[in-house]
């Protein structure tokens, strides 16, 4: 049963996902205290509920004294464009440092854990993107809290341009394909930003144990 009142921590709050996870945790009755790691502070949030500590994300001897007591761990942690950064870079981060904090969290007691994650991923995949978004959901899988919650959203469709020509023209396209992606397909609908960071808080307030993967329809129903 979950608790009444729930601590959270969250990595990651500066990312488009991760700002709207934290507002919007700010604003729930069952959340009693919000704690964000991150390389700097989120600005423009402001709650008594909400602490802030800027930690080296590569290091968990620099934020393990934050993990105690938390009920529910966040992870929104990512690179934006990878398209842009060498394989093992991204791996150091997308993968090896979400690792290294689901591990602390575990180790400190943390019963929930919740991942931004891609539609996609497969530790088999032949795309090294997607194989590696899959290996790190292998290994989350592998410390078995109590409740894990993998996110798989398809594209993230935020409100502003934040990456240039390429990004301009998949959120002018993206949403005019949802009507075609239908049965089977609908996972790889595109999601408001808001929407997917609205959901991401309130699964909090489901109930639920084991490992549950959450794709659009699951998305937008929270």
Known sequence: MMPSSQSVVLLGATGAVGSQVAHELAQMSDVEEVTL????PLEGVSSPKIKQAVIDVFDPASYQSHLADQDVAI????????SK????????????????????????????????????AD????????RTKGELEEGLTGLEF??????RPSMIL??????GLTQAMTLAIWPLLRPLLVGGARKYRGIEVAHLGRAMARNLSAEGEGVEVLHWDA????
């Open 146 to 151: 109590h409740r894990l919650s993998l996110f």
């Open 158 to 163: 935020t409100p502003t341009n934040r990456y």
């Open 219 to 222: 998305i937008t129903h929270l």
């Open 75 to 82: 992870c929104t942690l990512g690179v934006g464009q990878p």
């Open 85 to 120: 950064m060498d394989r093992e870079d991204f791996v150091r981060i997308d993968k090896t440092a979400v690792l290294r904090f689901a591990t602390a969290c575990k180790q400190a007691g943390v019963r929930h854990f919740e991942l931004l994650g891609s539609v996609g």
């Open 123 to 130: 530790p088999r995949s032949r795309s090294f993107y997607l």
């Open 37 to 40: 790691l991150g390389r700097r």
